[in-house]
């Protein structure tokens, strides 16, 4: 068995600059609502069959209670932010299994649903689906679960993380901690860069064991003493973005891996699908009704 865990909230956005824009006769944009859903019938077309999508049902999360400057969403279109409830409605009435976030946020989500499935013996792989690299520490030297860019048709596994940052998935956090993530609103330390932070973490995997002497570093990096001197002034502040990088594995996701099998689409899918204009989705699903 192949579980198929969806990051639904990269999927609006994604769909929302790529798609058509449609907006219904009761004038609501839900052109990239619709698309998610074609995309996500196209993976059942595919041979998926056990599926669940993340979605950020509120922008807000714990995070931005650790930092002030941590993304709250006060930044995105409104045209995006109106399909967010929209999208959690016709995907649940299509038929699929949805973690919608409050406290936590859809990263958590697909870690934690990862997790959960990888326990179960019946799961062959966990196939993450979404380019973010936060997820990469997520990845497993067995393969059993990997991450899956669908836009690029890009599998990544655990070699691949290490290749591509040179550092394994474990030390994602502490990269991060270093170099910030600007994407979700935490900068790093000054100076501290994408080719220094992995240098030194392919050395000493983790924040807290670099040492304070740079003369003490078995690695070479240019700048050295400022950065080593940076880190020892802010470790504490390092650490505290590493914090937040770091995927949580406790959100509410699923009891049992059964519940993601995708039986076809709720009662009341047609009555939905139709307010939002969406009849080609109705006649796609009606079609994978008949292969199921």
């Known amino acids: ?46 041979g998926a069959t056990h599926v669940g999508i993340a979605t950020d049902h509120v922008i807000p999360s714990f995070r931005n209670e650790l930092y002030d400057g941590y993304k709250d969403g006060s930044d995105i279109d409104p045209e995006i932010q109106s399909q967010f409830h929209i999208l959690e409605d016709l995907l649940e009435a299509a038929g699929f299994v949805i973690f919608p976030m409050i406290e936590y946020e859809a990263d958590d989500a697909l870690a934690s649903a990862a997790k959960r499935a990888n326990m179960d013996q019946r799961v062959d792989q966990v196939v993450i689906c979404t380019p973010d690299k936060d997820l990469g520490q997520c990845l497993t030297p067995d393969h059993k679960i990997v991450q899956y860019d669908r836009r690029k048709k890009l599998l990544m596994n655990y070699e691949f993380i290490i290749e591509k940052f040179g550092i394994p998935p ?7 901690g270093l170099m910030g993530d600007t ?19 392919a050395v000493y995997s983790h924040i807290e064991s670099i040492p304070d002497d740079p003369e003490k570093w078995e690695v070479s990096v240019r700048g050295a003493n400022k950065l080593a001197t940076t880190l020892k002034e802010n470790r504490n502040l390092a650490l505290l973005f590493r914090d937040i990088a770091t995927l949580r594995y406790e959100a509410p996701t ?8 995708w039986e076809g689409t709720g009662s009341d899918f ?11 989705l109705i006649e796609r699903a009606e079609q994978l009704a008949k292969t199921r």
Not at 183 to 201: E, I, N, T, Y
Not at 254 to 261: K, R
């Open 1 to 46: 068995m192949k579980v198929h865990l969806v990051d639904g909230t990269y999927e609006l956005f994604r769909h929302y600059f790529g798609a058509p824009s449609h907006i219904t006769s009761e004038g609501y944009e839900v052109g990239a609502t619709r698309a998610v859903l074609a995309s996500m019938f196209s993976l059942l077309e595919q």
């Open 170 to 176: 474990e030390s994602i956090p502490d990269y991060l």
């Open 270 to 280: 047609f009555q939905i699908a139709e307010k939002l204009e969406a009849t080609r």
């Open 254 to 261: 699923f009891g049992s891996i059964d519940e993601l099998h």
């Open 183 to 201: 994407a979700d609103g935490f900068p790093g330390l000054q100076g501290w860069g994408a080719k220094s932070s992995s240098s030194v973490l």
